[in-house]
Structure formats: structure tokens, C-alpha cells
């Protein structure tokens, strides 16, 4: 599919959490595929940002700032994107050196249970695979195991071993979705909910409840049209969007050109019946130039 002209994409992730690229080397990318309106998202981490603005001034986009916070719903993982916030804000600082410290023991734990699993040497593997010591994700466990020959893809590590009931999952307790709102919004940014459709949440009560949830607790937006998100759902999700006031967003969820689902730019444009999460910031001036 070929590229969009002036596009957003308000949700991707650099070497600085689980991403594959450099910051430069990611925003390089972002602008040859036509996006123009970009958000650095990376989990839990804000120290990409820095390079991010020195890259969007080099390739001529306009970059907001951002975060994606891991967060609990009803006993289920559920990640909060933040936009156009403050990084510089102590409490959201504190939550979020916190989070990764608390990621660092979810790993430790993590590699006593692959090594009960009969597989050792995956926290020192996932190490290799992080740029950024105080970030280690399950994703970076996945590509070790996968280029260890254990698993064919990281999908199929995520499968075997990381969902409940399986060998490597370890539980983890992340703050409650209402307080990663609160933060985004003590940062004055806006929280928009990240690809709803990826979240467990059916043997609780639904999408729909986790939604409404969120925009109880003062939750702003929804990423609509993203990766993890089908045609069918692109329209389910607008209808969940206008039923409940929120605004929509856009992200490719990017981390790596060859694990990626889709490629910067390839994402359709919202519905015209659909407010935007730019709608009212300057730097979205760029989508009209």
C-alpha cells in the first residue's frame, strides 16, 4: 500500500524502551513515509524525547511528546497512551522511574520461571536485546528466545510462554488505570486509550466497559484506527468514540520494521465524523500544509 501524505501517527517506540530503532533513525523513517504529525511513545520512558525534537526538526515534522504507561483495569493490563505533556512533571517522573524499577523485579522473576521451564540465560538475553538497561520488556525477552531458535517469531513467545497459565507469564500490579489518567493530566496532557482491541478484557465485562470505564475516569481519547485493529473495528470503535464524547487518535504502534504489523504511513485517515486529538493543537497545522 502506498503511502498517505500528511499523516499522524501519535503512537510508535524507540531503542529507548522496546523499539528496534534509534530515535533518529525512527523519525527518519516516519518522515519518508509521509507522516507529518508524530508522537514518540515509548513504555513507561521519557528519555527519547530530547532526540526526538532534535529529529523532527531535521526532517521538517511536527513532534509532540509522549508516553505509553502501563496501567490495571479490572485485574487486566491495559496501556494509556499520554500526548502533549510535560515530561518535565516530578509526579509523572517518579511514577515512571517506578514502573521501570518494578519492570526490572517483573524480569528477575520472569527468569526464575523460564528457568524452571528448562530455558536459562534469558535475562541475561533479553539484556543484550536493551538498549536501555532500566527498560527490560517481555519483548525483549521474546527476541532473544526467538533468535535462540526456541520460538519461530515473537508472537509465538508472547503465545507459549508470556499469557496466563503459561510457563514465563509472572503477574505484575500496575497502577490503576484512573491514576495513569490523573498523572497525564497533572502533565497537562491529554490519556487516550491505546489499541482497545488488544486488551483481555472479554471474560470481564467487554471493550465497551473498559471504555466506558476510561471515559468515567476522564480519559480523553481512543486510538480508532491503529495496527491492532481491523476494518470492522475502525467503525466499532468510532461508534464507541462518539457514544461516550471521547476524541480518536491514530498509531501504527511501530517498534520495528520487521516485526512491525503495518508501516509508518499505511494507516487510513480517520472518519471526517470523528474529533480529532489534535483537533485544537498548533502542531497540527502540519496535516494541512
Known amino acids: 500500500m502506498k503511502f498517505m501524505a500528511f499523516v499522524a501517527d501519535l503512537h510508535c517506540h524507540s531503542c529507548h524502551s522496546d523499539g528496534t530503532l534509534g530515535v533518529a533513525d525512527l523519525f527518519a523513517l516516519a518522515a519518508s513515509r509521509g507522516v507529518r504529525l508524530i508522537a514518540l511513545t515509548d513504555h513507561d520512558e521519557l528519555s527519547g524525547l530530547f532526540a526526538a525534537r532534535q529529529s523532527a526538526t531535521q526532517h521538517q515534522i511536527q513532534m509532540v511528546s509522549g508516553v505509553e504507561i502501563s496501567a490495571a483495569w479490572a485485574g487486566k493490563s491495559v496501556h494509556i497512551v499520554g500526548l502533549r505533556l510535560n515530561e518535565s512533571h516530578p509526579a509523572l517522573v517518579g511514577a515512571l522511574r517506578r514502573a521501570r524499577e518494578e519492570r526490572l523485579v517483573r524480569a528477575e522473576a520472569m527468569d526464575a520461571a523460564f528457568v524452571a521451564a528448562g530455558i536459562d540465560g534469558a535475562l541475561k538475553g533479553a539484556r543484550a536485546y536493551a538498549p536501555n538497561p532500566a ?37 505484575h500490579d500496575w497502577m490503576p488505570m484512573a491514576s495513569a489518567i490523573e498523572l497525564i493530566h497533572a502533565a497537562g496532557g491529554r490519556a487516550v486509550l491505546a489499541h482497545p482491541a488488544r486488551f483481555d478484557v472479554d471474560a470481564t465485562a467487554g471493550p465497551e466497559a473498559l471504555i466506558k470505564a476510561f471515559a468515567d475516569a476522564g480519559g480523553d481519547g481512543l486510538e480508532v484506527v491503529c495496527a491492532a485493529h481491523k476494518p470492522p473495528e475502525w467503525a466499532r470503535y468510532g461508534a464507541l468514540v462518539r457514544k461516550y464524547g471521547l476524541l480518536a487518535s491514530v498509531g501504527s504502534d511501530f517498534h520495528s520494521p520487521t516485526e512491525s504489523r503495518v508501516k509508518f504511513g499505511d494507516l487510513p485517515f480517520l472518519s471526517p465524523s470523528l474529533t480529532p486529538v489534535w483537533h485544537d493543537w498548533p502542531e497540527a497545522k502540519a496535516l494541512h500544509a
Open 135 to 171: 527498560l527490560i520488556s517481555r519483548t525483549h525477552f521474546a527476541r532473544y528466545l526467538v533468535d535462540r531458535g526456541v520460538c519461530g517469531a515473537v508472537s509465538e513467545v508472547f503465545s507459549r510462554f508470556m499469557k496466563p497459565g503459561k510457563p514465563g507469564y509472572v503477574p
